[in-house]
């Protein structure tokens, strides 16, 4: 499987077309989708027409843009003209195609690029592992047994089993770099607002994206996803770099950078620590940076992240869903709007002002470094159905479960970026997170290119190739 990069090249220059590009993608999708469960949803007639107008754009002399003939999924909290959405859920699964594209799947179409389905996600983005009542089990291809993630667990293995050169993702609270993590993927979490969103919560955590095998396609997908629109009071006006070109350029040495193993709450699985630990090492001596000792311990990001969010209106309901059809929800989802019934405004209010002192202790740290380095995840990925365990290593760990690292950034605002760190003694893949300054997206992506090519990682699951 080509790059995004090299695929849309190829298609601009008239080398390929782009209905032969996505005839090998569906076949791909053929060959490996009944295992993994990666897509839900696949339109090949719909896929068709996008990649014929491509070709015949460029026979009339016309650029159909830096995206050109790519074929890519969609997850499926977001919407795609022409295809369903049914966030994961048996309360929306069976509905009609929709009207209209989200912001940011519009502006990858008129980019070039060609949906070709809808990708597995947990009912309403609300795990880290993707397996619900709705589709069944999506399944990690480097261990069918296990998990690639969520809630972008979809994405992820259709990715890195090369079914498309790259999907569409979303983060709320880790849903892109978890399944980066545990699949061995670029999962590049932007500065919130940078890529507008007409679906943004109120409780301000979610950002959409994609994950893609090299971080030169991560930066061009962000080149076309970025910038404002009046439907999201929150995004960012038009970026003043351009980050295909930043990741190559930016000058990133002596940048002051941190290492926390644990945020001073957490248990990590040796193992993970060991592997996250060399590749910081790594990444500090490919980049220039200045390692220096700088003591980070917050209170419990993942409650602060779990309480904030209680009555976050993410999860849409429709008059006549709760709780007149609860047992169509599955059990996470049932729970957490249980207990959101029993939340008073002073108890949000209390959660809010915890939500305040973690963006406090961020800014803090901040002031004093460039960059924090800290694992992905506190694991591997874990088994393919759940539950999320609660035990690491013989230890206790259901105060911060096993995915407690990624919430950070979501409730503070900062660019983060998932980066393969290397394969367990399982032969799972682990991932190292890096964490910048609001706004400086191209600063993590740059660090991220460096460490690639540093370390260049897997672009698929072997057996996949």
């Not at 105060?399 to 900062?414: D, E, I, K, R």
Request: proline residues 7%.
């Amino acid at each position: 499987m080509r790059t995004v990069i090299e695929t849309a090249e190829a298609v601009r220059a008239g080398e390929m077309k782009a209905v032969e590009v996505l005839d090998e993608c569906l076949a791909a999708i053929d060959a490996h989708n009944a295992p993994l469960n990666a897509f839900v949803h696949v339109d090949p007639e719909l896929a068709h027409r996008a990649a014929e107008a491509v070709d015949a754009a460029i026979a009339r002399g016309e650029d159909p843009g830096p995206l050109a003939g790519v074929p890519f999924g969609v997850k499926d909290l977001e919407d795609c003209e022409g295809m369903p959405t049914s966030q994961g859920s048996l309360l929306y699964k069976g509905r009609p195609p929709v009207a209209a594209d989200s912001i940011h799947v519009g502006r990858l179409r008129r980019a070039g690029a060609v949906p070709v389905g809808k990708t597995a996600a947990p009912e309403f983005g609300s795990t880290a592992f993707t397996h619900t009542k709705a589709w069944g089990t999506t399944r990690n291809p480097w261990n069918l047994e296990r998990t690639p993630g969520g809630s972008s667990g979809g994405s992820a293995a259709a990715v890195v089993s090369g079914m498309v050169p790259f999907c569409t993702a979303s983060d709320g609270g880790g849903s892109t770099r978890i399944p980066a993590a545990f699949s061995g993927l670029l999962g590049h979490k932007a500065s919130y607002g940078r890529i507008a969103h007409e679906d943004a919560a109120l409780s301000q955590t979610s950002v959409l994206g994609a994950l893609t095998t090299t971080v030169a396609d991560a930066a061009r997908h962000l080149d076309v996803a970025a910038g404002p629109d009046d439907r999201d009071r929150a995004s960012l006006p038009v970026p003043t770099v351009r980050y295909e070109e930043a990741i190559e350029s930016l000058d990133v040495r002596g940048l002051r950078a941190t290492w926390s193993l644990d945020l001073g709450f957490a248990v990590v699985d040796p193992e993970v620590a060991d592997l996250c630990h060399a590749a910081a090492h790594a990444l500090v001596d490919a980049a220039g940076l200045k390692l220096v000792e700088r003591p980070f311990a917050v209170d419990n990001a993942m409650r602060t992240w779990l309480s904030a969010g209680a009555v976050d209106p993410w999860l849409d309901l429709e008059p006549g869903m709760w709780p007149e059809r609860a047992a169509d929800f599955t059990g996470l989802v049932r729970a957490g709007l249980e207990r959101s019934e029993q939340w008073t405004v002073p108890r949000y209010a209390r959660a809010l002002r915890h939500r305040r002192a973690l963006e406090e202790a961020v800014a803090d740290l901040f002031r004093d470094v460039d960059i924090l380095l800290l694992p992905s995840t506190a694991v591997a990925a874990f088994a393919a159905a759940g539950p999320m365990p609660m035990e690491v290593d013989g230890r206790d760990a259901s105060h911060c479960g096993p995915v407690p690292f990624t919430m950070l950034a979501n409730l503070c605002w900062n660019p983060a970026v998932s980066v393969p760190a290397g394969l367990t003694s399982e032969g799972l893949p682990v991932g190292l997170q890096v964490v910048g300054r609001r706004h400086a997206d191209e600063v993590v992506l740059r660090l991220a290119r460096l460490y690639e090519q540093a370390r260049p990682w897997p672009r698929f699951v072997p057996s996949y190739r």
